[in-house]
């Protein structure tokens, strides 16, 4: 076993009466793709942004590879649920401006890598347009772009896709999925069950801060047996039992059996936003 | 030398002067109350507290009061400035109090998470705020700046208490040597009101190139 890539001893969080981290311990392999689940207020958004640096710990400490990082060290990039553009800016204005004022490139370099970055992401032919003249999913698409140009080491996404129509939602999925196949180090915080069981590694389950299941993301979903957890899919899989069947079965139960059962083999695991 | 061109004369005289006076202080008053606001909005919290108490006592003091106590009360802290220095200063104080309030209110209104996406990215705070902050705000914080600076234009004319050589100065030193006080207080206010729709008109250009530039609507 190597030394973990991103690693988080006892992560504490308390803002006056309320323990919002209560002693997370989470450790993370080079090109793993990680993904919190759990209720809302159940602190995933905190611990990436513990890890990010943009909220501060009051116990514990974050190390990746080895190192405390600090926000703006080039090693941790996050993506937001609400994107974050710079609404005065071009898409690749957007992208450009910490190449050139960080990475100290030259305008011209800093555009040639901004476009290429937005090229990635499939907005190259946006490069010109501003946050307001783009739809939500290319808004988050450049923001991906922003963030991929830095080259970070490992990326935190918070609900990226939370603000987002089920079309758009794909969008911004499919990009995140050709990230993880690049080998990219992800923390993908998402309430899109089907994109975590289907793109994450490993899954973990957190509610009131501390981490309650953590595993192999296919066995999270299909096995899960802490009840807490259970509860929480089970309220997934009646919202996806409502979509249309691809062939209606006539005549029998379905919705109600669905909703009944619990996650197994066979379930719809993916949403039907994702196009199961 | 009938009135009337008399009263030419001492618009001509003073006009420069006050605008002179008001754009010098817009000026300082702009930049002083970007620097207030930045270091009130990023700075500890014990340098929020000293400059939110300034900014009070500025605020809550008239500033006809704020003027004297300058010019005459400055000699007693081995501050003797001339009318027109005093006048510039005490402008230049008073506009920095209310600017530094409009750019506050633009730091606010600006969502948190744009400011640290910028922080992620590694962008320094000066330049959060040079290239991305006050870019972001400029359109919304202009009609409350133009508003201010309109103001300021008619605040110069206290100045003329503490013998400050402007427009309110020469114009009304015709009507006491006159006596025609009605034509030169009229004459004086038409001339503030020429002088507050120029600048009115000037923002809303100013207001269209913003948008321009920062929103890219034609």
Redo the contacts between chains.
């Keep these: 076993m190597t030394a973990p890539f991103l690693l988080a001893e006892k992560l504490e969080r308390r803002v006056g009466d309320t323990q919002i981290l209560a002693g997370i311990d989470l450790s993370v392999q080079k090109g793993e793709v990680v993904g919190l689940i759990g209720p809302s207020g159940s602190g995933k958004s905190s611990l990436l942004r513990c890890i990010a640096g943009l909220d501060p710990l009051t116990g514990g400490r974050v190390l990746v590879e080895g190192r405390t990082p600090s926000p703006g060290d080039g090693t941790v990039g996050m993506v937001f649920q609400q994107f974050n553009l710079w609404p005065h800016l071009t898409a690749q204005e957007n992208v450009a401006l910490a190449l050139r004022l960080v990475r100290k490139l030259s305008r011209a370099g800093a555009a040639d890598s901004a476009r290429t970055m937005l090229d990635r992401v499939g907005l190259l032919k946006f490069a010109d347009r501003r946050p307001a003249q783009l739809s939500g999913g290319q808004q988050q698409r450049v923001a991906i772009a922003r963030t991929l140009a830095m080259e970070p080491r490992l990326i935190l996404f918070d609900e990226p896709t939370a603000s987002l129509d089920p079309e758009l939602t794909t969008e911004v999925l499919d990009v995140i999925r050709g990230l993880a196949e690049t080998g990219m180090t992800m923390l993908v915080v998402s309430h899109e069950m089907g994109f975590v069981a289907s793109v994450a590694s490993r899954a973990v389950f957190l509610d009131h801060g501390r981490v309650l299941v953590d595993g192999p993301a296919k066995a999270v979903f299909r096995d899960a047996e802490e009840p807490r957890l259970r509860r929480f899919l089970a309220t997934y899989l009646q919202r996806v039992a409502w979509a249309p069947e691809p062939e209606p079965a006539t005549g029998s139960p379905v919705l109600l059996e669905t909703v009944a059962n619990p996650p197994g083999e066979g379930m719809p695991l993916t949403s039907p936003e994702a196009g199961a | 030398m009938n009135v009337v061109t008399e009263t030419l004369g001492a618009v001509a005289r003073g006009l420069p002067l006050t605008v002179g006076i008001w754009l010098a202080s817009v000026a300082t008053g702009l930049l002083a109350g970007v620097l207030v606001a930045c270091a009130r909005h990023f700075g500890p919290w014990l340098v929020n507290a000293v400059l939110a108490m300034l900014v009070e006592i500025v605020r809550g003091v008239p500033f006809v009061v704020q003027a004297f106590l300058l010019y005459y009360g400055g000699p007693f802290i081995g501050l003797d400035l001339t009318p027109i220095l005093a006048g510039w200063l005490a402008l230049s104080i008073y506009a920095t109090a209310y600017f530094s309030e409009v750019f506050r209110a633009g730091f606010l209104a600006i969502?948190p998470?744009?400011t640290?996406?910028?922080?992620?990215?590694?962008?320094?705070t000066n330049?959060t705020i040079t290239?991305?902050l006050l870019?972001?705000m400029?359109l919304s914080v202009l009609p409350a700046l133009a508003n201010l600076a309109v103001i300021l234009i008619k605040e110069t004319a206290i100045l003329s208490i503490i013998t400050v050589p402007e427009l309110t100065f020469t114009v009304s030193g015709v009507g006491s040597a006159t006596f025609a006080f009605a034509q030169t207080v009229a004459a004086l206010a038409l001339s503030y009101w020429l002088l507050v729709e120029l600048t009115a008109y000037a923002a809303r250009r100013l207001e269209r190139g913003i948008a321009r530039?920062?929103?890219?609507t034609a």
């Design positions: 969502p998470g744009h640290e996406a910028a922080r992620l990215l590694g962008l320094r330049q290239r991305i870019p972001e400029a530039a920062t929103l890219g």
